[in-house]
């Protein structure tokens, strides 16, 4: 008995070490009190006031695997199978898919391990600011007295901000392991719900800036970690391009057109340049951006944009985002006052009544990074006609039901019955509310990959009239789809869409595609494959004509 007795107090003190030290190497434990409480309210954690510390971290403990080691495991069907189709992950079996084993697909690609999110929590100056743009960083170095060398380049404000770190949390007595609403003091409410809706990530409703504040935060590590999962794929994306540009391409390649991509890809050419001195050049340019120097090291503009992924990110997503405002602006200019009013009505945005255009067209840019809200009447609008019909024969609503019997039913009429027994259903509520949600979750999701596809010319050019826009004389049926799926992004996401960051908007075609942002970064990759497979047409040519 005695024996057992001293193997269990054994037991007891060996747990309680391991406990301490597993506490003791926690992030958290080295966080200030309010830094404990803040990261439970962010993450809508109750806890008792007054509270002492030993409760505080056994809190956070509680929650930390959920919160920030295995953030997914809160994530509903839909989201896990985004981010498995962001990893380039088949989900198309995902609708078989039990929700467990979407969750252990989704464990198996995670960012990262529940170390490294430890050690992240512990340094947070080395990646909090990454996510910023170049002019938030400005300005907090404005703000904070910062000194920064002109030209104010993205990664010297970053090192400055990292050097100055504890410095600037004495002068202001604040506690920076997991960063208060001082932080963000630069920023203004807008600037905080672009950086949400940029990334897909709802702003809090009702909301405020405090509120605000607290979702950045949140979402701060996750958003890092895209970043730079998609900055390393646009970095490898060049330099894949870059690789096919053999010896033998650039020998087939003609004066004009050597110059032609020294003067895109930034290489200064001296005047007198000769031609085998511009395929040297060429060669000693593509042998520092794929980093075969003797040195080793990237030396080249690709090289030093790339260095550090942040920049690469930063600056396509400012490109991106310019150009998606420009091309959305555009697009809005020519829809009808009924688009322009179903746009801001899917956002729960009040339109007086009177509104003029001009002031229609004012309030959607106003709105133009908030995405639609759930479901609404506007979302029968891009199904397709049997989707409707089917929804309309199962409503219940005895008018539905007999525009759907009706074989001469054309789409509108039938989108405009859907949208009427929808708004009835809504209003009621309870089982008819939940059918018709249900109804579209399944029916949307079946959409999505085919979407336009099974549509008339008819109906194609009827949903573009319902924007006012004009169908150009002789488009192709394809063609009719592309400008339809360009009006559905922009009506239903605005400047945001699913994928949530800059270079998924624009891989999805909602400007253009990836190659436009690589023309925006400058690295030529574009003009390499372009001019390469000009090069293997030349050499085809030559090689036919000896033969």
């Not at 007795?5 to 009190?33: D, F, M, P």
């Not at 031609?275 to 520092?288: I, T």
């Not at 106003?366 to 199962?394: C, F, M, P, Q, V």
């Not at 008018?399 to 009621?428: F, G, I």
Request: aromatic share 10%; with cysteine; net charge neutral.
């Amino acid at each position: 008995m005695r024996i057992t007795k001293t193997i269990l107090a054994l037991a007891c003190v060996a747990g309680t070490a391991l406990g301490n030290t597993w506490l003791s190497n926690a992030a958290y434990n080295r966080w200030h009190e309010t830094e404990l409480e803040r990261w439970l309210s962010d993450h809508d954690i109750p806890y008792p006031t007054p509270a002492d510390r030993k409760t505080l971290e056994e809190l956070i403990q509680k929650n930390w695997e959920d919160n920030v080691v295995e953030p997914y495991r809160k994530w509903d069907i839909q989201k896990l199978t985004g981010y498995l189709t962001q990893k380039g992950i088949d989900s198309k079996a995902a609708a078989e898919d039990t929700r467990d084993s979407l969750l252990e697909r989704v464990k198996s690609t995670w960012y990262e391990s529940g170390d490294k999110a430890q050690d992240a929590w512990g340094n947070v100056k080395d990646w909090f600011l990454d996510t910023w743009t170049d002019s938030q960083l400005k300005a907090f170095c404005d703000k904070h007295g910062i000194p920064v060398p002109q030209p104010r380049k993205r990664d010297t404000l970053l090192e400055k901000i990292r050097e100055n770190w504890e410095t600037i949390t004495q002068k202001t007595g604040e506690a920076a392991a997991y960063p208060g609403n001082w932080l963000y003091e630069t920023w203004s409410e807008s600037d905080l719900k672009e950086w949400l809706d940029t990334r897909g990530i709802p702003a809090p409703q009702p909301t405020t800036r405090d509120k605000l504040i607290a979702t950045v935060r949140r979402n701060s590590r996750l958003a890092y970690l895209r970043m730079q999962e998609e900055a390393e794929s646009s970095k490898k994306n060049v330099q894949d391009t870059y690789s096919s540009l053999t010896d033998k391409l650039i020998d087939a390649w003609s004066e004009s057109q050597l110059k032609e991509f020294c003067d895109k890809n930034g290489i200064a050419v001296p005047q007198g340049t000769k031609l085998n001195q511009l395929r040297s050049l060429v060669r000693k340019h593509r042998a520092e951006i794929l980093g075969d120097t003797v040195t080793g090291t990237a030396k080249s503009a690709f090289g030093a944009a790339t260095s550090n992924v942040g920049s690469v990110y930063a600056k396509a997503t400012d490109a991106a985002s310019q150009a998606l405002q420009d091309a959305f602006d555009k697009a809005i200019n020519t829809w009808s006052d009924t688009r322009l009013k179903g746009y801001l009505d899917s956002r729960g945005v009040p339109v007086p009544q009177g509104t003029k255009a001009n002031e229609l067209r004012a309030l959607v840019r106003k709105h133009a990074h908030r995405a639609a809200s759930g479901w609404t009447a506007w979302t029968w609008d891009d199904l397709t006609t049997d989707n409707i019909r089917e929804y309309l024969a199962s409503s219940g609503d005895a008018a539905a039901k007999k525009v759907a019997s009706k074989s001469s039913a054309t789409r509108d009429e039938l989108v405009s019955a859907a949208q009427s027994a929808y708004s009835s259903a809504s209003s009621a509520g309870g089982s008819s509310y939940a059918s018709a949600t249900s109804y579209l979750s399944r029916a949307t999701d079946a959409a999505k990959a085919s979407l336009f596809e099974t549509w008339s010319e008819s109906e194609l050019k009827s949903y573009l009239d319902s924007y006012g826009v004009p169908v150009p004389q002789g488009s192709t049926l394809n063609e009719l789809r592309a400008l339809a799926r360009k009006q559905y992004m922009y009506f239903k996401y605005g400047t945001s869409t699913p994928s949530s960051t800059a270079y998924a908007r624009v891989k999805e075609g909602v400007v253009g595609t990836w190659d436009w942002v690589v023309a925006q970064l400058g690295f030529g990759a574009e003009v390499a494959r372009k001019k390469a497979e000009q090069g293997q047409e030349a050499i085809k040519g030559k090689l036919h004509t000896e033969l």
